[in-house]
């Protein structure tokens, strides 16, 4: 009789640590992915990006249209190098806001990805791009997309685009040397005094 009970008894301990167990495997987290591409290119944060660096590229256009325009006044040796330092410069310009742009869709997307993170609990997320394989069951791209669609996200104040040629440069250099000169004649007409 006593090993009838103790036989129970190890029969309920096994069930019991066998529950213990399944019930510790349930603890994992739970893996799913986003495909930030999609994210990136079909989200609204991301037609928002693209209306306002097309805002962007209209301003420094005409920033570059006007610039044109004043080097006309500049002697032929010096335009066509003033021309591409100019260029670079808008170029630059412009890759600085792309990059800011991108930036803030990226962090928006982050942002709800983290909300919908916490609301599920004890999640993984990773981007699509860095599976070679996954069933669509764990794909929550639209979840995420849904979400940043609802926000709304900032961006950068457009640019003001200023012109100021070499020529300009010059008459001020001239005019500060003028100054220095009247200067130093005051101080001699003062030293003889």
């Known amino acids: 009789m ?18 213990a ?8 987290p739970q893996v799913v992915c986003v495909d930030v591409e999609k ?23 005409k920033g570059l249209e006007a610039y044109q325009e ?9 335009r066509q190098q003033e021309l591409q ?10 890759v600085l806001e792309q990059a800011a742009a991108r930036n803030v869709v990226h962090k928006h997307m982050l ?3 983290e909300a919908w ?9 990773l981007a699509r791009q860095s599976l070679l394989s996954a069933p669509a069951t764990v794909d929550i791209t639209a979840d995420i997309q849904t979400r940043m669609d609802a926000g709304t996200v900032e961006f950068a104040e457009l640019p003001k685009v200023s012109i100021r040629t070499r020529p300009d440069a010059d008459t001020g250099k001239d005019e500060v040397q003028d100054k220095k000169s009247s200067d130093t004649k005051d101080k001699k007409e003062s030293a003889k005094k």
Not at 49 to 57: S, Y
Not at 70 to 78: A, R, V, Y
């Open 2 to 19: 006593c090993t009838r009970q103790l036989s129970r008894f190890l029969l309920l301990l096994l069930l019991s640590l066998t529950v």
């Open 21 to 28: 167990l399944a019930g510790c495997k349930s603890g994992d």
């Open 39 to 61: 994210i990136m290119t079909d989200s609204k944060a991301a037609k928002e990006a693209n209306d306002h660096l097309a805002k962007v590229q209209a301003i420094l256009q």
């Open 70 to 78: 004043e080097l006309k006044k500049s002697p032929e040796s010096q």
């Open 85 to 94: 330092q100019g260029l670079a410069l808008l170029r630059r310009q412009l």
């Open 111 to 113: 942002a709800q990805i």
């Open 117 to 125: 993170r916490t609301d599920k609990g004890n999640t993984v997320v």
